[in-house]
């Protein structure tokens, strides 16, 4: 169901949000381009993306991990973008 969630974000937003790139999914399966990894995201590019893409518009999610980003060049790239209401409210 994420990778489904992905390639339908990413589809939607890729020319207007950082999200990572996708090289292929398949079987649930999700391969994205390298991102530099990082030990800390801004609380403001959560608000940004959270802004951006309107599905994201929910309280229970991680994209205040820093695990689901990374960084190209000077860009902050989300990573983990699978994510809906439904898929966090199962890891309550």
């Known amino acids: 169901m994420q990778a489904y969630n992905e390639l339908k974000i990413y589809r939607k937003y890729k020319q207007v949000a950082p999200l990572a790139e ?5 079987l649930g399966i999700v391969c994205q381009k390298r991102y530099t990894h990082i030990n800390g995201i801004p609380y403001s590019k959560v608000i940004e993306i959270k802004r951006l893409i309107k ?8 994209f205040y991990n820093y695990k689901n980003w990374g960084k190209e060049g000077d860009v902050f790239v989300l990573l983990d973008y699978g994510n809906s209401q439904y898929v966090a409210s199962l890891y309550k």
């Open 22 to 26: 996708l090289k292929w999914v398949f």
């Open 55 to 62: 599905e994201f518009n929910f309280d229970n999610c991680d």
